[in-house]
């Protein structure tokens, strides 16, 4: 076996990406990172289909190299037979599968979970969907703006005199991505350590990872009958909190969560009187006067530089952060010193940055080991090298369309 401190904890484990778009290959990815060998099976001539989105430089996708980063790519029609025989070898040799078709595409095709387990027993398949393998929805088409409109985060965000906002990225994408790496490791972990432990399938609907995150919302109108309707920022919860601008024009977030973070700010503020005034002595009194509680602090903002204002409650312990652009995010000093931003090589673009690693792990720490790889680059070195196959039988499973 490789060494693991050299190319992660999940060195020696075998991948097969069988998904397409962000989500599902955002989890293997993840796995990729910390040492798995992710073999990403993609339709011959095509690809997945994120290879065409954008942004790009002139006709190179931008977010490939990153987001299919520690990848391998193999060509295989899964409509012929010779593909399905491939798949099924390859899955002899594997420990999980992770694919994002409707439910019943593979079993239609005969590479469902029941048929691949014949193959191994031990596998695992980490599925993801809209809505589930399961539910009056689950055949209707997933994607993640609809899946997050139907999980209930989107009806919070934005003003109320103006229509709910979708996130601008494929956020609950991603945070479903992380669901499915750490489904997929704690499944490893069970089949690998407990007496009785085996393979299993994993069932994943996209809206269910965001549905997750909103225990407050579930608490509220279960007990108080309440539907929380959209604000801009966090009103409701804790007081003052929001968005607030400096005297020379800069965006600062400042949350205050607790009683005792108040404390801090009133102190910083010079308005200690506040902490005895039973307008605003506690959390509960201050997001009763949400708005006023707000403008007095606003009204205190504007009067420091965004630096000094940083220094300032940075010295009180008040949590404040400048909104960053990606430019800022690139000029600062924190990012360059935790290697979030990372630079590698690109076969044709020269040198790229992406993000970095994370977590950190002490002992075993991941690593970039190569961009998103170009559509079945890694053909021969699979089929040869895993299963044996002949310089021949591969360039006829060519001539057939078959990779």
Do not use: C
Request: aromatic share 10%; proline share 5%; charged share 25%.
């Amino acid at each position: 076996m490789e060494n693991t401190q050299k190319y992660g904890p999940l060195t020696g484990k075998r991948v097969l990406d069988l998904s397409t778009m962000i989500a599902a290959p955002f989890g293997a990815t993840l796995l990729g990172d910390f040492g798995a060998e992710v073999i990403k099976v993609e339709i011959p001539g095509k690809g997945d289909t994120l290879r065409g989105m954008g942004p790009f430089r002139e006709d190179e996708p931008l977010r490939w190299p990153a987001l299919a980063r520690n990848k391998k790519s193999l060509t295989l029609d899964l409509h012929k037979e010779e593909g399905k025989e491939i798949l099924r070898k390859l899955v002899k040799v594997s420990d999980v599968v992770i694919e994002n078709f409707r439910p019943g595409t593979l079993e239609k095709w005969g590479v469902g979970y029941e048929d691949l387990k014949k193959e191994n027993p031990n596998l695992i398949m980490t599925r993801v969907t809209g809505y589930g393998q399961t539910g009056p929805n689950a055949s209707k088409a997933g994607f993640g703006t609809p899946a997050t409109a139907y999980s209930g985060f989107t009806y919070l965000h934005g003003y109320t005199d103006r229509p709910p906002i979708s996130p601008s990225f494929s956020l609950t994408d991603y945070v479903t991505g992380i669901y499915v790496a750490f489904a997929t490791v704690t499944a490893l972990y069970h089949r690998d350590t407990a007496k009785q432990g085996k393979g299993q399938f994993i069932d994943i609907g996209l809206y269910e990872s965001m549905f997750r995150m909103l225990e407050f919302l579930i608490a509220e109108y279960d007990q108080k009958q309440i539907v929380k309707e959209r604000t801009p920022g966090l009103s409701g919860h804790s007081s003052p909190a929001g968005t607030f601008q400096t005297k020379d024009g800069h965006w600062m977030s400042l949350v205050t969560s607790s009683d005792r973070t108040f404390e801090r700010l009133a102190a910083a503020m010079g308005r200690e009187d506040m902490l005895e005034d039973e307008r605003y002595h506690n959390n509960a009194a201050r997001l009763s006067r949400f708005e006023e509680t707000n403008g007095i602090v606003a009204d205190w903002v504007k009067q420091f530089n965004r630096e000094d204002l940083q220094k300032l409650l940075d010295d009180y312990g008040v949590p404040i952060s400048p909104i960053y652009s990606i430019k800022d995010i690139f000029e600062d000093t924190h990012y360059k010193e935790r290697q979030n931003i990372i630079e590698v090589d690109h076969p044709r673009l020269g040198k790229i940055k992406m993000p970095g690693i994370i977590p950190k792990f002490s002992e075993t720490p991941g690593a970039v080991r190569n961009v998103g790889p170009d559509l079945g680059e890694n053909n021969e070195e699979i089929l040869s090298g895993i299963l044996n196959y002949k310089h021949e039988e591969i360039e006829a499973l060519k001539e057939n369309n078959v990779i």
